[in-house]
């Protein structure tokens, strides 16, 4: 089984920068074996929504709203990172880590989630 623990979030002003960060962590072995990490984000009174993935192959995907001021990486020891830029009070979120075995999610874990609040 694997565990996300996300870090890195808190309070920023409009048009500031924040970096996020996720480690697994597995007692089973099977750590190696992720092959999709991502970033997804709930608003209060709205539903989860991708806001960023990473794959083994180096596939990145991005959605519409966030593309140009977030960037996704992901080390080789499966920590995943989302530097975020240029914040907007509308990227204000409990932010989630997403991992799982193949690129459909299998085995989808998630982390805990960290806030991220944009606002002056």
């Known amino acids: 089984q694997v565990q996300l623990v996300e870090s890195g979030g808190g309070l920023v002003q409009p048009g500031g920068s924040l970096r996020l960060s996720c480690a697994a962590s597995?007692?089973?072995?099977?750590?190696?074996?992720?092959?999709?990490m991502g970033w997804y984000r709930q608003a209060i009174g709205k539903q989860r929504e991708l806001v960023a993935t990473?794959?083994?192959?180096?596939?990145i995907d991005y959605a519409d709203s966030v593309n140009g001021r977030f960037t996704i990486s992901r080390d080789n020891r499966n920590t995943v990172y989302l530097q975020m830029n240029s914040l907007k009070p509308e990227d204000t979120a409990v932010y989630f880590c997403?991992?799982?075995?193949?690129?459909?999610?299998?085995?989808?874990?998630w982390g805990q989630g960290t806030q991220v609040t944009v606002s002056s």
């Open positions: 597995d007692t089973s072995g099977t750590i190696l074996s992720i092959y999709i």
């Open positions: 997403r991992a799982g075995y193949d690129s459909t999610w299998y085995g989808d874990a």
């Open positions: 990473v794959s083994k192959s180096g596939r």
